[in-house]
C-alpha cells in the first residue's frame, strides 16, 4: 500500500462518522482522484475473507465490521436497543425520500390518512428534519444523514427509481377487481343497516 | 406438533405459526371451487354473480361454503384470508336471502359508486409504489443494521479541532461564559400613585381652588397616571363631590367641586 492509502487507511480507522472525501483532501492534500485510487487499495486490502469492509455511507466513507461478525461485536459492545418502524413509519419514510422536500399536506394526500403523529415521531428520531424554507410557506420535510446512516445509503437520492416500484398493468388490474367483491361486500353491509 | 388435522389448523389457528406456509389473502379469491352449477376460481364466480350470469337463486350456498373451506392442501389459515372469504360468503348468503324473499337489489352501483370506486383504484395506484418501496427500504433496514460502526473513539470525548488557533478558540469560548445583559424591567410601569392618593390630591386642589383643569392636573403625568387621575375624579363625581364639564370633545375637563 502506497502512504496514501496507509494515511486514508488510519483517518477511516480513528474516523468516528462516514468520513468525507473534502476532509481527507484537506488533510492529505491530495486531489479527489488520488483519493479514489487509495479508497479502492483500501477496500482491496479489507476483502470478504476479512473483518472489516470499507462501505460509503451518508456521503463519507467508513470502515466498518462486517455484517456477519455483529454477534460478536455486540458481546464486546452493548447495541443500544433497535426501536422497530412501523409499515406507516417506513412508508411515509419512502414518500419523504423520494420527494422530498414535501409538506405533512401532500404526505397526508398520497397516503390518505393523518400523518400528523407519524411525521412527528419520524422528526424525534431524527429521521427527517424540516427543510430549508426558501420562500414563506408550509413547512417542507427531508431525509437526514441518520436516515441514510441507518439505511445503509450512500448520499441522498441513492434509491431505486420510483418507477421501478410500479404496479403493472394486471397488478392494477387485480386491484379494481378486489375492491369490485369489496363493493359487493360493502353494499350487502349497507342492506343490513 | 400441530397442524396434522387440517380441519383444527383452520378452527383455531389463524396466523402463520409453526412451518406450514399459511394462505394470504388473496389465496381465497383465487382457490378453485367445484360445484354443480360453477366450476372455476372463487373470484370469477363472484364476478359472473355480479353480473348475473349466474343465478344467484340457483346458488347451493351450502355447497359453495363447504367448498370454499376445504382447502386443496393442509395450508393453515391466514387471518385476513378467513376473515376475508367468510365476509364473502356471508354477503353472498345475504344477497340470496334477499332475493329469495323478492327484495330489490341494485345489480349495478350507480355511477357516483364506480366514479369513487375508480378515484380509490387511481390512488391506490399512485401509492402502491411507496408502499413498495416501504419493503425495499424495511430490506435495507435488515441488511444495514448487522455492520458495526467505531461510534466512541476510545479515551476521547470530543473531537477538538487540533489545527484551529487555539487564541481563537479560547476567544470563542470567552464570548460563550459572559454573563448576559440583565433584562430590563422598565416596561413593567410601576404604579407610583395608588387611587386614594389621588383621590386626596384631587380633593385638596379642589377644597383651594373652586374648579380645576383636568388637563393641568395631569400635565406631568404618565398615561396611566392620567387613567388613575380620570377614575379618581369620576369617583368623586359618583361620590356627589364634583362634577365634570367638557365643553369639546377630546377638550379639557373642567372639575368642579360641589361643596362649598
Not at chain 2, 389457528?13 to 360445484?35: H, W, Y
Not at chain 2, 397616571?225 to 379618581?232: F, P
Amino acid at each position: 500500500m502506497n502512504d496514501l492509502a496507509r494515511t486514508i487507511e488510519a483517518l477511516l480507522f480513528i474516523a468516528p462518522e462516514p468520513l468525507e472525501v473534502a476532509t481527507i483532501q484537506d488533510i492529505t492534500g491530495e486531489g479527489p482522484d488520488g483519493i479514489a485510487g487509495a479508497l479502492e487499495e483500501v477496500r482491496g486490502r479489507h476483502g470478504p475473507d476479512t473483518g472489516l469492509e470499507l462501505a460509503e455511507v451518508a456521503g463519507g466513507w467508513a470502515l466498518r465490521t462486517r455484517g456477519d461478525l455483529a454477534a460478536a461485536c455486540d458481546a464486546l459492545r452493548a447495541r443500544p436497543r433497535e426501536d422497530r418502524l412501523s409499515p406507516a413509519a417506513l412508508e411515509t419514510l419512502a414518500v419523504v425520500a423520494y420527494l422530498e422536500p414535501v409538506t405533512r399536506r401532500e404526505i397526508g394526500r398520497l397516503r390518505g390518512v393523518d400523518v400528523d403523529s407519524t411525521v412527528s415521531s419520524l422528526l424525534d428520531r431524527g429521521l427527517i428534519e424540516e427543510a430549508d424554507r426558501p420562500h414563506a410557506g408550509p413547512t417542507t420535510y427531508r431525509t437526514t444523514t441518520a436516515f441514510l446512516e441507518r439505511f445503509g445509503l450512500a448520499r441522498r437520492g441513492d434509491l431505486p427509481t420510483l418507477e421501478r416500484f410500479e404496479l403493472t398493468g394486471p397488478e392494477a388490474g387485480a386491484l379494481r377487481a378486489r375492491l369490485e367483491h369489496a363493493d359487493l361486500i360493502a353494499e350487502a353491509e349497507t342492506g343490513d343497516a | 406438533m400441530r397442524g396434522t388435522n387440517p380441519a383444527e389448523g383452520r378452527a383455531g389457528d389463524a396466523g402463520n405459526l409453526g412451518g406450514v406456509p399459511a394462505r394470504d389473502a388473496s389465496a381465497a379469491l383465487t382457490q378453485e371451487v367445484e360445484i354443480d352449477l360453477f366450476q372455476g376460481p372463487f373470484d370469477l364466480l363472484l364476478t359472473l354473480l355480479l353480473r348475473d350470469e349466474v343465478d344467484l337463486l340457483e346458488l347451493p350456498l351450502a355447497d359453495l361454503v363447504e367448498e370454499a373451506v376445504t382447502p386443496a392442501t393442509d395450508e393453515r389459515w391466514e387471518i385476513d384470508a378467513a376473515s376475508q372469504l367468510v365476509l364473502l360468503l356471508a354477503a353472498i348468503a345475504d344477497l340470496k336471502g334477499r332475493r329469495m324473499l323478492g327484495e330489490e337489489v341494485e345489480d349495478e352501483p350507480d355511477a357516483d359508486a364506480l366514479a369513487m370506486r375508480e378515484a380509490l383504484v387511481g390512488r391506490l395506484v399512485a401509492y402502491a409504489p411507496f408502499q413498495r418501496a416501504a419493503l425495499w427500504l424495511a430490506d435495507r433496514l435488515r441488511a444495514a443494521e448487522r455492520p458495526r460502526y467505531r461510534r466512541v473513539p476510545p479515551g476521547t470525548a470530543t473531537p477538538v479541532p487540533v489545527h484551529d488557533d487555539p487564541a481563537r478558540l479560547s476567544a470563542a469560548i470567552d464570548r460563550m461564559v459572559v454573563a448576559p445583559p440583565a433584562p430590563s424591567l422598565a416596561h413593567m410601569g410601576v404604579v407610583r400613585r395608588p387611587l386614594p392618593e389621588l383621590l386626596v390630591r384631587l380633593r385638596d386642589s379642589l377644597a383651594r381652588l373652586r374648579e380645576v383643569s383636568f388637563d393641568r392636573i395631569v400635565a406631568d403625568c404618565d398615561r396611566l397616571e392620567e387613567a388613575l387621575t380620570l377614575l379618581a375624579a369620576l369617583e368623586l363625581v359618583r361620590r356627589g363631590e364634583a362634577e365634570l364639564r367638557q365643553d369639546v370633545p377630546f377638550g379639557d375637563i373642567l372639575i368642579t367641586g360641589t361643596r362649598a
